[in-house]
């Protein structure tokens, strides 16, 4: 039994919520003292600059008002006029409106828009725009882009071609790493023909090592050993494969690194020799290798530690003249030994929280170098103030592994709070289209300390309406509030470990539940109590009942909730008989008088119908392959066609043994959501 | 016992329930039987004090024990096994606790014959339970047909008992609900049954615009029984468990040698989505009767009332600044116009009737700043928007339903048109059509017409124009008001021109804008997209006071 008081006027809180001010975008600025850069007006950059991308990072690049921190920000406040490309369906998007010119691309998919050199650089031409801001995917490390840029006298606002080649390959960017005095992982990649010399190799690299055929692609056949005799097993293992499934002998033999971090550095330099380092920024939490949330700085990392990676990456940053600002990857083991990854040659997605951390704003820096300014700011003058914290909000994949995309019915930003900044490419009323990247927006609190930055991440998160299109804000609120987090206790495993089959959604604890429950009823009771308050004169009386003591049942997943509400004044006082102890994690509440729960159990069950002889689109995308033909028999879990969207290609794969019956699509065809695919007998 | 009487048009399953179900009477405790046998133990005592207070309070209090358990204890259980809730829970789950006052609980039925008249054949209350009660305190009167009792067979008292209340809330002016579940006509009383039948479908045409009258069909209605729903304002019906036809499927078989099933022929699905006869159809019991609930909150009593207005908590100058870019640039793309309707109204709250008929003009029950107002929009989702035969329809009645009961009329346009072809013309676009320019004309509530793209034609003089007396008159930018789209208009101005594709541009710049219109005083404004619920709240307080009066006639002459 629990007995809950609820604020009064709970109805009009929840439409507060539901409904409130739509205008928050244009609320009060929060400058604060630490975004200290002042913009020298005297210093000329370019007249135009042509932005080469979508979505929030072409939005965060001409100036913008999601950005709410920076009182005035990168090409708007340095007086440069910003031309915006874009494809025929983003003809309406923010970023495409936002800027003082727009040109159209191409059609919606990348290949024929944003990643389609020549129209853009027609409409380089056409704008006489001067410079180029790739953002971050894209074009953004294309060499042959820069290249054709350079050609035409266009300034590319990012580094020199030869940097983003160096680093571009993998395998030529740790060589480079290896002789500019970068830890890199410790490794043994050739022909070992002993068992003593495998284990002479692993003695050197220092246990534990990882063993796997060098021609076995990522994790596959990959052994670790902690000693010398796991070593030899894994020898005879890892040789026997290699010869057996790839008829290539070589091994790699390569420094495990267990519990692993991902912590990259910021690094800025200009044309003139000159690099700093801007701190680091730790991205562990990551799902299937996509970072979700990230801080600035790591909870891990040490003054000397830092130090230490931060002038390894300028290091690198000056072996390759790097100009403009880049990112250089490290993976930290649990003693800090770290070891170079691979340095991304553009913006980062996760710029902001640097940026929130040190008062530089780096797309401002980033086009000051390409005019040829040098850098003005000192090593010593970069700061850490306060800890800032990203949650990437996206369109996470359907649980079926799918996307669900749609048009966004409500969307509001919680820029209400202070000390919050949100960089977005869309609005109310957008559409999260199936071409492009599901990312809603990054979501970025600012604290003093890292508890103000992540209670501050929780408040935004609880602020945030997204309807429409499903969203990761339950899991994103899950991550910053778990213990694990919070005592700064993740590695790159963090969500496996936590979340072994997935996250399932929230899991109420029992006070929480109750709360839930008695707000449920009460709101119940509430929108009753206002049926029965019919305004103006009426001709017949209204008669309500007279009424304060409801019993009520609410359906809570497959738990069901009797309960009594008394309501004295504005309290509403819900006592909970709890008989259920588990649950569902869905919060699909169904809130019934006690007759109409009672009655309801003769209501019958109803029968879903028998799906599984028919394929049908589970979203809107283009046909990339059809695997079978009528008349063709498939096993249960054949695919029977491919589908494109949002950039993932998703198998459909038969439910049961049948014969096709018919096929109703063919490759290079746009399906919507719930088109007939495949019929099966 | 052998089936003393039989069900009209209903299947064989149906009958053989009921015998099933009547053979489970004789063990019941205070059913009828026992009541109106005499010499048994109990009323041998009875009848000792036969003219005493005491033996008529016990005998009514009898009847009141049987009439509440109607067919009995099994048959009861039969209905439940049936997925089926009696006749008294629907009402109770209907109705606000304690307030349904019953009438007509002692009524029997009169049959003589086929052994009708024995004591064991007669049930008090027979087989419909009637009376007025509260729906959030605000008067409704109900009939709830009781399958348990023969069928639901409709017998002449039950036919009277209907009759009575519909009188009476006709001279209170207060809703009638019907709650069907009857096998038809009570056969074994022949004419009287029939009778009975007529006596409702009358007062069901005079109570039509007087007050608001729905069905829910939650068993069989079959047969002439179909025709009250018919007439009433709104039929709703159970999925799996409601039917509707004139015929079942056994006739059918031997007439037309067509194999349908109950469910095709005249399931909810049917009725929603082929033939529209039901406007709305829910899950189950329990879901249509909370469901009629809430759709009972939008109506006024009676064609005396006001539409009747809620609190509300959602600002009445709240801006929708999706709206702004909701209509896409390239006019032949489509979006939504749910998307529209729903985040204009209150709190997304929006009751729409057949949403699977005639998807191409979207109608429904909103508020405005809590006031009651029906929605009409053309969908552009669905072939275009265009008005074709069905969708003038079921345009048409709503809008009637509306004028009739004070409800304001909210018009969203986007139409490129009637729809053409033989299938259309062959059957009576013209006269289909004029249905709902009719209604639309005639309409005498306010009128707030938004048109937020195309308005050609005739479509455009239809949609609630300016010229067929509304109110305020609203075009948004992306508004085209014209003859016909660019492409046609073209063909037929600069026949054998050779640069068609210029003509074409002139074309747009000239009317695919809704300047036209606006300097003609046709529409009152155009307006940003997203003030447009501030505006149409706005309107709505000046409008309640709108006064304005047809030319006196006995009836108008719709084109039927």
């Known amino acids: 039994m629990a007995a809950h008081g609820l604020p009064p006027s709970l109805s009009r809180l929840l439409f507060a919520v539901k409904y409130g001010s739509l205008q928050s975008r244009c609320c009060a600025l929060h400058s604060k003292a630490q975004y200290s850069t002042v913009h020298n007006p005297g210093e000329k950059t370019f007249d135009k600059i042509l932005i080469a991308n979508r979505g929030e990072i072409a939005c965060r690049v001409r100036l913008l008002d999601t950005l709410i921190n920076f009182e005035h920000m990168n090409s708007h406040k340095m007086g440069i006029q910003t031309v915006a490309v874009h494809s025929d369906v983003d003809s309406s998007a923010v970023h495409a409106k936002m800027a003082d010119e727009a040109v159209c691309v191409g059609p919606a998919p990348t290949s024929k828009s944003y990643l389609n050199m020549d129209a853009i650089m027609d409409a380089i031409r056409a704008t006489g725009a001067q410079a180029v801001h790739p953002g971050y995917g894209f074009l953004s490390e294309n060499k042959e882009f820069a290249k054709r840029l350079a050609a035409e006298g266009v300034a590319f606002i990012g580094p020199d071609t030869h940097a983003i080649q160096a680093m571009g390959d993998k395998i030529e960017s740790k060589l480079i790493a290896k002789a500019a005095k970068v830890n890199t992982i410790p490794g043994f990649d050739g022909v070992v023909e002993t068992v003593e010399e495998a284990v002479k190799i692993a003695q050197e690299i220092g246990y534990p090592v990882m063993i796997k055929a060098s021609a076995g692609g990522g994790g596959k056949g990959m052994r670790i050993s902690w000693n010398d005799e796991e070593t030899r097993e894994g020898f005879r293992f890892s040789s026997q494969e290699a010869a057996s499934s790839f008829g290539d002998d070589r091994l790699l033999i390569e420094k495990y690194i267990d519990n692993p971090r991902h912590i990259e550095i910021q690094v800025l330099a200009d044309k003139h020799g000159n690099a700093l380092w801007l701190n680091e920024r730790e991205c562990s939490i990551q799902r299937r290798n996509q970072k979700v949330v990230e801080e600035a700085p790591s909870t891990f990392l040490d003054p000397e530690t830092r130090r230490l990676m931060g002038e390894q990456a300028v290091q690198l940053a000056k072996a390759v003249q790097y100009s403009s600002a880049g990112t250089v990857e490290f993976l930290v083991d649990s003693k800090k030994n770290f070891y170079f990854l691979e340095m991304n040659t553009r913006l980062q997605v996760e710029h902001p929280i640097t940026e929130c951390i040190t008062g530089l704003d780096l797309v401002e820096q980033m086009i000051r170098v390409a005019k040829g300014y040098q850098l003005h700011h000192k090593q010593e003058d970069i700061p850490i103030n306060g800890w800032a914290i990203e949650s990437r909000v996206y369109d996470p994949y359907k649980s079926f592994g799918l996307p669900s995309i749609g048009r966004l019915s409500q969307y509001q930003e919680p820029l209400n709070l202070s000390n919050v900044r949100v960089d977005s490419g869309i609005q109310e009323g957008s559409d999260i289209s199936i071409y492009y990247d599901p990312m809603i927006s990054k979501l970025v609190t600012y604290g003093a300390t890292r508890a103000e930055a992540l209670a501050k991440m929780e408040d935004a998160l609880d602020n945030y309406v997204i309807r429409g299109v499903t969203h990761n804000i339950p899991l994103l609120r899950e991550i910053i509030t778990h213990p694990r987090f919070i005592s700064g206790d993740i590695s790159t495993n963090f969500l496996p470990e936590v979340y072994p089959d997935g996250f399932k959604g929230h899991q109420l604890e029992a006070d929480k539940r109750r709360e839930l429950l008695a707000s449920a009823a009460a709101l119940y009771i509430t929108a009753q109590l206002r049926s029965q308050k019919v305004l103006g004169g009426l001709r017949v009386s209204s008669a309500p009942v007279e009424c304060n003591h409801w019993e009520l049942c609410v359906e809570l997943g497959d738990g069901r909730h009797a309960m009594e509400v008394t309501k004295s004044g504005d309290v509403f006082t819900v006592t909970i008989g709890l008989k259920q102890t588990s649950l569902l994690c869905s919060f699909q509440l169904r809130v019934l008088s006690k007759l109409a729960a009672e009655l309801n159990s003769y209501m019958p069950e109803k029968v879903p119908e028998d799906t599984s002889s028919i394929l049908r689109s589970p979203m809107p995308g283009t046909i990339v392959a059809v695997s079978v033909k009528p008349g063709d028999t498939v096993a249960a879990g054949q695919e029977i066609c491919v589908i494109e969207a949002m950039k993932m290609q998703n198998s459909l794969t038969a439910v049961k043994q049948a014969k096709v019956k018919s096929v109703h699509c063919k490759p290079g065809e746009t399906v919507g959501e719930g088109d007939l695919l495949v019929e099966l007998e | ?560």
């Open chain 2, 1 to 560: 016992m052998a089936a003393a009487f039989s069900v009209a048009r209903s299947s064989c399953g149906l009958i053989n329930g009921l015998r099933t179900s009547l053979r489970g009477l004789a063990p019941l405790k205070h059913g009828a039987v026992a009541a109106s046998v005499p010499g048994t133990g109990l009323h041998r005592g009875c009848r000792r004090y036969s003219v005493g207070h005491l033996s008529v309070k016990e005998r009514v209090d009898e009847k009141r024990r049987a009439a509440l358990v109607g067919g009995g204890q099994s048959r009861i259980d039969a209905q439940h096994k049936r997925g089926k809730l009696t006749a008294r829970e629907r009402v109770q789950l209907l109705l606000d606790p304690e307030s349904f006052v019953e009438t007509d609980m002692f009524v029997e039925h009169r049959c003589s014959d086929f052994a009708m008249e024995q004591d064991r054949n007669k049930f008090p209350g027979d087989s419909v339970v009637t009376g007025r009660g509260r729906i959030n305190g605000r008067l409704v009167y109900v009939f709830s047909q009781d399958f348990t009792v023969f069928g639901g067979s409709l017998s002449g008292a039950h036919a009277q008992k209907i009759c009575k209340i519909m009188d009476q809330a006709m001279t209170v002016g207060a809703p009638v609900i019907g709650l069907n579940d009857s096998g038809g006509a009570r056969i074994q009383e022949g004419v009287e049954s029939l009778a009975g039948y007529a006596d409702i479908f009358l007062r069901n045409v005079l109570a039509s615009g007087v007050v608001p009258q729905i069905s829910l069909i939650m068993g069989p209605c079959a047969g002439g029984a179909v025709y009250s729903p018919a007439l009433t304002d709104f039929t709703f019906m159970v999925k799996d468990t409601s039917y509707l036809f004139i015929t079942g499927p056994d006739v059918v078989k031997s007439v037309t040698n067509e194999d349908v099933t109950q469910e095709e022929l005249g399931g909810a699905k049917t009725h929603t989505s082929v033939s529209g006869v039901a406007h709305h159809a829910f899950e189950n019991d329990v879901e249509a009767l909370l469901n009629l609930r809430e759709f009972f909150n939008f109506l006024p009593l009676s064609n005396q009332d006001p539409a009747p207005i809620r609190e509300c908590h959602d600002p009445s100058d709240r801006l929708v600044p999706s709206l702004d870019t909701i209509v896409p640039f390239e006019s032949t793309k489509a979006y939504d116009m749910l998307d529209i309707i729903q985040s204009i109204v209150d709190e997304r709250d929006f009751f729409e009737i057949m949403p699977n008929y005639a998807k191409n003009i979207v109608v429904g029950f909103a508020r405005m700043n809590g006031r009651t107002v029906g929605i009409v929009g053309n969908q552009p989702k669905v072939a275009s928007g265009c008005l074709d035969i069905n969708s003038s329809v079921k345009g048409a009645r709503f809008v009637r339903f509306c004028d009739a009961f004070n409800i304001p009329i909210i018009t969203f346009v986007d139409v490129p048109g009637f729809l053409p072809g033989t299938a259309q013309e062959y059957g009576g676009i013209i006269r289909h059509g004029a249905k709902l320019l009719f209604a639309f004309a005639e309409a005498t509530v306010p009128k707030i017409t938004i048109i937020t793209r195309k308005a050609y034609g005739g479509a455009y003089d239809v949609m609630s124009s300016k010229h067929l007396r509304g109110d305020v008159n609203y075009a948004w930018p992306s508004a085209e008001v014209a003859v016909m789209g660019a492409k046609g208009a073209v063909q037929i101005i600069f026949r054998g021109k050779e640069n068609q594709a210029e003509a074409e541009a002139e074309y747009v710049e000239k009317f695919a804008n809704p300047f036209p219109a606006a300097v003609r005083g046709f529409v009152d404004d155009i307006i940003e997209p997203s003030t447009t619920r501030k505006k149409i709240c706005r309107d709505l307080e000046v409008l309640a006071s709108k006064k304005q009066v047809n030319p006196w006639k006995k009836h108008a002459n719709i084109p039927l």
